[in-house]
């Protein structure tokens, strides 16, 4: 008969479940460490930035939306009148004086 194959059926070998899920598992144990890695990093970099602007603040230095904002430290206005009066006052001093008289021997 031409039809009837003389070599045995074939049968083919069923995985096991183990086998077909331990790819997929070992996917999410990676993407899990790459998540908990990612998010160790976030907290790093907003503690760091928190530290940062503190001791910014500190010094008068602000970032805000518009970017970075110096301030000024408090003078008060007596010190400062009266510190610019003293330059004007010793630079018209200087400047009015009298030539120093040469003295001839």
Request: glycine letters at 6%; hydrophobic letters at 45%.
């Amino acid at each position: 008969m031409v039809w009837k194959s003389k070599s045995p059926p074939q049968i083919e070998a069923k995985s096991s479940i183990l086998s077909q899920l331990l790819p997929l598992l070992i996917l999410l144990v990676i993407v899990a460490g790459g998540a908990f890695v990612g998010y160790q990093i976030y907290l790093s970099v907003n503690k760091i930035r928190d530290t940062t602007e503190k001791r910014m603040a500190k010094k008068n230095v602000v970032f805000t939306k518009d970017g970075l904002k110096v301030g000024v430290k408090h003078v008060e206005q007596e010190k400062y009148v009266d510190a610019t009066q003293s330059w004007v006052v010793k630079a018209w001093n200087y400047g009015s004086a009298a030539p120093p008289a040469v003295k001839r021997k």
